[in-house]
């Protein structure tokens, strides 16, 4: 009891790229770092991090948008 089996390792790693790597295409295109994406498996700071950028101005929107 406690250990974790093969099928759940597998599904840590494949979760992990798979929150990784579409933020390291996103975060250069907000002006942010690509690295700051290794943070994102983790639970709560990927949900900061998302609200945050959701709601950021990003360096293509207008200057009198809100």
């Not at 992990?16 to 790597?21: D, I, K, P, Q, R």
């Not at 002006?31 to 101005?57: E, Q, T, Y």
């Amino acid at each position: 009891m406690g250990a974790l089996s093969i099928y759940h390792w597998l599904v840590l790693i494949v979760y992990s790229v798979a929150m990784v790597v579409p933020f390291w295409k996103i975060f250069p295109r907000a002006g942010w770092p690509s690295a700051l994406s290794l943070l994102m498996p983790v639970a709560p700071i990927n949900f900061i991090l998302l609200w945050i950028l959701a709601f950021k101005r990003w360096p293509g929107d207008a200057r009198g948008a809100p």
